[in-house]
């Protein structure tokens, strides 16, 4: 660490400098190392502010003065931060760091017009940023002006609500570093948005939103930007759309940004050649390989010169950033309901009474029903929405059009009765709210100031491992995309339900051999897109109501209740044709060599019927002592006999809260009317979640969690800290969920170490 430069170049920079150079420093060294034109940029380094502490010996007289302050004395603590500051502001910089910084400065160029920006660091967190002010000085100019808003920017380190936060964090001042970014200011002339692939359905295509000025006129939605779609499988440019751009937003003077109207010869003008298209798509291409999933990139042009400002994974629109449509203040919104599934979408509504009528269902409608079916999820790939009268975020539309990626809403009461076949809608699949016309979204990303750099997220290593949910075949390339550590549930009565036959239709018609093929090929599917991580296909779990539709199902039972009714693996259970169907295909999955295929049961109540079924497959040949045996846990009656499950010999468990929930609280999942009861968080879950974890913990089971509470960043935090192994969640939740693991995994060690320390 003591032979750091005092400078270090972004091509010089890896991940591993993260300690030197900051996070910003560290994502901005990642992304020009890999190609893309990242704004020239040097790094004043941690080490180049320590040397600066030592030799002017201000170490000893900040660190003193900062030692016994009582941050919650309000005056003591400004005057304590006042001292520090000026300590820092008034001090000579050393003749070697202001040498290094000047000549740095005039490599890149003659009077070059940078942004400074700080990046805090501290030893045992390199990405420290909470841990100092993050100061920024744009539009500086000659060696005189950098030199003093380095200066500033380390002062920054000693601002009162800095040394307030260390101190309640418990973060040793000494530890606390600082490094400052110095980059070229872009100023762009025309600039936008690029989704590396399409944000809704992952199709490898290319979307790029530009206008004129800076990226700030497209992100906020001040303006129309031109669109242009670029297919990556034929490597052309398919859809052009421009615009008329009325205004643009630019630097105004030394001061921040202005609008301005755009002259009117460039008004109805193509911002972007096809050649400049396809460049940034390629751009596009080399981040979402790098990082192992599609990006959310901000670009600049300046004088010919793409750069790429900003690159993130695609996330949905944020409920908290205020993004989306609901904040449009001229957008009436004439329906309201659970957003299942995020997304935006305007278009025609086709309402669906009698599933036979799916033909009629176009594709860019917005398909409005009492609730979605199997036999409907063809007219389900087709649409550009979907919206239900009832059910809630665990329903099937809710599901499916999740994998789907469709943007859906669920359990609006009345949509088939308040909207009108042919009416044009926009459904906000996150906020859950239906607004009349069609109204263009805007895009997720957050402003940024004129050439900001912000912090590209590299994958995330989490101990817990996130893995992904599937319930349709065609969603495993998705899933795959997000980089999940495997599957934590694989739900086969979609496929089957798919079929249109039950499968005692394929038994009774003796066409057994294309059941266990479909059912096979189907699994397959999942497998190939997850080589070597672990896959857990649970066996069939459909109510009977939803068997009465299919070919076979005529003698379905009527059940008063079908959920507490004949379904998960009390109905294999008894029904051991139907099992052994499943296993056959399960056999030649494992034989074909898919040795991280694991089976998991569900709505288990008892260990004997995990016995059972255990040695049921003994019975047809499975080695079940050496492949991956688990259960679903559900019922509470399974949560309070875990230990008698793991001496059962499960080798996994997984909380299926969706069912838990209703269970434990007696709500039924898919009643809009107690929906509002529905309470993952009720105390009694919790409770039983807790305990069984701490269960499976003592012997060393993995324990999991897969229903859709698994999806929520809050009750991952939760459950991580209550020692889960993994948690397995929706295809669009998996970034938000990894990195609620990783910040909850990184406290927990932080107070360890804290803690141990203390000691
Ligand atoms: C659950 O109950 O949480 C679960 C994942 O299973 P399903 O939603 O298919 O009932
Ligand atoms: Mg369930």
């Known amino acids: 660490m003591k032979d750091v430069p005092n400078i270090l170049w972004l091509e010089e920079i890896r991940k591993e400098d993260i ?40 170490e000893k007289k900040i660190f003193s003065s900062l030692e016994n302050l009582d941050v919650e004395d309000n005056v003591a603590l400004e005057k304590a931060a006042d001292n520090a500051k000026n300590l820092v502001l008034k001090a000579k910089m050393p003749a070697a760091i202001r040498d290094d910084i000047k000549k740095s400065y005039k490599k890149m160029g003659d009077e070059l017009i940078v942004a400074v920006r700080s990046s805090a660091t501290a030893e045992d967190l390199p990405d420290a940023s909470f841990a100092g002010q993050q100061e920024t000085f744009l539009n500086i100019k000659g060696e005189a002006a950098l030199v003093s808003s380095v200066q500033k920017c380390w002062a920054s380190l000693y601002g009162a609500r800095a040394i307030y936060y260390r101190a309640k964090q418990g973060f040793d001042d000494h530890t606390v570093n600082i490094a400052v970014v110095v980059q070229q200011l872009v100023h762009s002339e025309k600039a936008g948005v690029m989704f590396t692939s399409h944000p809704i359905t992952g199709e490898p295509e290319t979307i790029i939103e530009g206008s004129w000025g800076l990226g700030e006129a497209v992100v906020s939605g001040t303006v129309s930007p031109d669109k242009y779609v670029f297919d990556q499988r034929k490597e052309t440019v398919t859809d052009t759309y421009i615009a008329n751009k009325k205004v643009e937003i630019i630097a105004d003077g030394d001061h921040g940004t202005k609008i301005a109207e755009v002259s009117k010869d460039r008004q109805d003008a193509q911002v972007l050649s096809d050649a400049e298209v396809a460049k940034l798509a390629m751009y596009g291409k080399i981040a979402e390989n790098h990082y192992g999933v599609p990006q959310d990139v901000e670009w600049g042009v300046v004088a010919g010169t793409i750069y790429i400002l900003q690159s993130r994974p695609i996330t949905t629109i944020g409920k908290k950033e205020g993004k989306g449509m609901s904040q449009k203040s001229d957008a009436k919104v004439i329906l309201k309901g659970q957003g299942a599934a995020p997304g935006i979408a305007s278009g025609k509504v086709i309402i669906i009474r009698d599933v036979k009528d799916t033909g009629a269902v176009k594709e860019g409608d917005i398909l409005v029903t009492r609730m979605t079916n199997p036999d409907m999820v063809p007219a389900m790939r087709k649409v550009a929405a979907i919206i239900t009268d009832e059910g809630g975020m665990t329903c099937h539309a809710a599901i499916v059009s999740r994998e789907l990626g469709t943007p859906a809403i669920v359990g609006t009461r009345n949509a088939t009765n308040q909207l009108k076949n042919g009416q044009v809608i926009t459904v906000d699949g996150e906020m859950g709210f239906v607004y009349e016309g069609e109204i263009a979204p805007k895009p997720s990303a957050q402003a940024p100031a004129a050439g900001q750099v912000v912090a590209v997220s590299a994958p995330i290593i989490t101990a817990t491992s996130v893995k992904v949910n599937v319930s349709i075949p065609e969603a495993a390339a998705r899933a795959a995309a997000t980089g999940a550590d495997g599957v934590g549930l694989l739900r086969i009565e979609h496929l089957i339900l798919g079929l249109n036959k039950t499968p005692s239709w394929y038994i009774v018609n003796n066409r057994e051999e294309e059941f266990i093929k479909e059912l096979h090929d189907g699994i397959k599917i999942v497998l190939d897109a997850f080589p070597g991580k672990p896959v857990w296909v649970r066996t069939l779990d459909a109510p009977t109501d939803e068997f009465r539709n299919m070919a076979g199902g005529e003698n379905e ?51 004997e019927e995990f016995i059972v079924g255990k040695e ?105 800290e209550h020692g889960i192994t993994s948690i397995s969640a929706n295809i669009d939740a998996i970034p938000k969920i990894r990195e609620a693991v990783a910040k909850t995994e990184k406290r927990i060690i932080l107070e360890a170490a804290r803690t141990k320390d203390a000691e």
């Not at 990642?30 to 201000?58: C, D, H, K, N, Y």
């Not at 993952?680 to 089971?701: D, M, S």
């Open 557 to 607: 039972p009527h059940e008063h209740n079908p959920m507490l009714g004949w379904r998960g693996i009390r109905r294999d259970l008894q029904s051991p044709d139907q099992f052994r169907l499943q296993i056959e295909a399960f056999k030649r999955l494992w034989k074909d060599g898919y040795e991280n295929l694991g089976i998991m049961f569900p709505m288990v109540s008892h260990p």
């Open 19 to 58: 300690i030197s150079v900051g996070g910003k420093g560290a994502s901005l060294g990642e992304m020009a190392s890999i190609g893309l034109p990242v704004p020239r940029a040097f790094v004043v380094t941690a080490q180049a502010f320590r040397r600066f502490l030592v030799e002017t010996g201000l």
């Open 616 to 720: 049921m497959m003994r019975a047809s040949g499975v080695d079940v002592e050496n492949v991956a045996l688990g259960i679903m846990i559900e019922i509470p009656a399974s949560a309070l006999m875990i230990e008698d499950f793991i001496r059962a010999g499960i080798k996994f468990a997984s909380f299926g809260t969706n069912d838990l929930i209703q269970y434990t609280l007696a709500i039924d999942r898919n009643n809009e009317n107690v929906a509002d009861m529905y309470n993952p968080k009720h105390p009694a879950v919790l409770t039983l979640i807790h305990n069984a974890i701490q269960v499976c913990r003592a012997y060393n089971v993995e324990c999991s969690i897969c229903g859709q509470a698994g999806s929520d960043p809050k009750m991952a935090t939760w459950l991580v």
